[in-house]
Structure formats: structure tokens, C-alpha cells
């Protein structure tokens, strides 16, 4: 039985002050991105399974459309974004920089408000980066700032023989085994992985120098984290996450969708909200 008062678990819902701070989330972060040369788009929530990065993502959620051809309820933006600007708009537009305001959807019934953004292009990371600060800043947010390089575990990999779930799950026994990973376990700021910079085996070097380098922002509290786990499959080189206590509040990073080097962020609009709304000192809250 179902009582009238109920809605699906995952679902979300915003009402009185808590919509009023979304909205407010929404509108701060819009006016950021058009003040720095961004166009919005608004993608579809249905796409065509075809579409699908890979058929066995059980998170999806499946659902037949005309013909009987499976459709699928929008699960990831940056994915279908990249694809709807590359494929469908084609040469009818030049613009690089996107930012999109909506939910996506996770099987059974989870739903997720985000703000992203997508910069299409090699040089964009740091100007992303930077917009991420940015927006935190303007809403009086002082999360803590993880930057990693997934190109340093995957070269880890090669060179050391251990098996990728050891890094997934940071298997920190069988890790430590290693000298040159446990001394980067011991990494927790720029200056730890600038002091071993000596001792950094030749072949993670270039990584290693690109990670300190996006470390280097105009950004106060930043960790560095030479072994995070990357969020989605997508990220294959620098990327990074905003976060206080257990809340996450934004992924972002580098990635090649189509066979095109992009960057951007995802901000999860309602762990924002709940924060907001959890430390009322801010002076536009009621």
C-alpha cells in the first residue's frame, strides 16, 4: 500500500525555503558562467540506447518507446552534452563552453539535480578549475579542494603488475609493498609531493610535475591525492572534488568523450542545498 503522502525513494523534493535556495544555487552559479563566455544547454531526458556508453550499467533506467526501441532516462549529462554538441549541432555552432542546470536519473528511482559545465577543448582545466572556485566562493562555501591524476595509478599498474582493484579499493597492505607507492600514499598536500619530487621514479614524472601543477590555484585549502579513485570511467588524466565532512559537492576533471579532449565539473546542487540549509549564518538566508 502506498499512503498519499509518499514519494518514491530517491526522489527529491524542495519546497518553501529549500527551493528558495536551490533556485538561488541555480541562478548564482547561470550568472558566473555567462560573466566567463558560457552558453546553456538543456539536454533530453530520454536518449537512445545506441547512445548508452556501455549496455551493462545496471544503474539505468530502461523504458520503451515508440517501435518498441529502448530508450533510456537521461543517467549522465557530460555524456550525452559532448555528444549532442559534436554530433547533432555540428557546424552550426563554434561555442566551446557549456553549462547545463538539471536532474539525472538512477535506477530504481534516484534523481540527482546538478550545475555542470563542459569546456570542449585541450586548454580549458585550469579556467575550469578556476570557475569551480569560484562559484563556492560566491556562495560562502569553504569546502576542501582533493586534486589527483588518474595517470599516475594506471602507470603504477603497468609498471608495478598490481591489479587495478588494488588501487580501487586502496589496498594499502598490498600498496605499501612497493616504495615508490608508499612513499605517494604519504602525500596529503602539494608541498609532501613537491619534498619527492627526487625521488619520483622516471616514468611517473611527467604526472607527477602535472599534478603538482594543478595544485597550484588560488585556493586555500587544497589536498593532494596522487591515488584517488576516479568518480566515473570518463576521467582519465587530472581531475579533482570538492567536499566537507561526508558530502561531496562537485567532481570535475579532464576527459575524451567521441575522441575529444574535454573538461568540466558536475556540482551536486542538492548537497549544497542541505548544507545551506543546515548552517543558517549566511545573510540572504531568511
Known sequence: MV???EIPRGSKLHF???AKVKRYIENLSAEIFYENG???ISSPIFIHQEHQRSFLNR???HINAEKNHQVLMRNDSTI??????????????????WFYIQPVFSYPTFEFNQIGAEYLG???????LNLAIEIFKALDIKPILQISNAKIARKCMQESGLGQEH???????????????????????PKDLHDRLDRIPAFLKDEV??????????????ICSPFLSVPVDYYDDVFFRMFLGNATFLYGGKYIIDHVRCCGFGIYTDSIVYHLLKNKDKKWLP
Not at 167 to 189: G, H, M, R, W
Not at 209 to 222: F, W
Open 3 to 5: 499512503l498519499e503522502h
Open 59 to 61: 544503474n539505468v533506467i
Open 167 to 189: 588501487f580501487t579499493k586502496l589496498d594499502i597492505e598490498k600498496l605499501q609493498e612497493i616504495d615508490y607507492i608508499a612513499d605517494l600514499l604519504c602525500v596529503s598536500s
Open 38 to 40: 558560457f552558453e546553456e
Open 16 to 18: 518553501g525555503l529549500s
Open 122 to 128: 585541450k586548454s580549458g582545466y585550469k579556467e575550469i
Open 209 to 222: 610535475e602535472k599534478l603538482l601543477a594543478s595544485c597550484d590555484c588560488n585556493y586555500d585549502n587544497v
Open 80 to 97: 550525452d552534452v559532448i555528444r549532442i554538441i559534436t554530433k547533432r549541432l555540428g557546424r552550426s555552432t563554434n561555442q566551446k563552453k
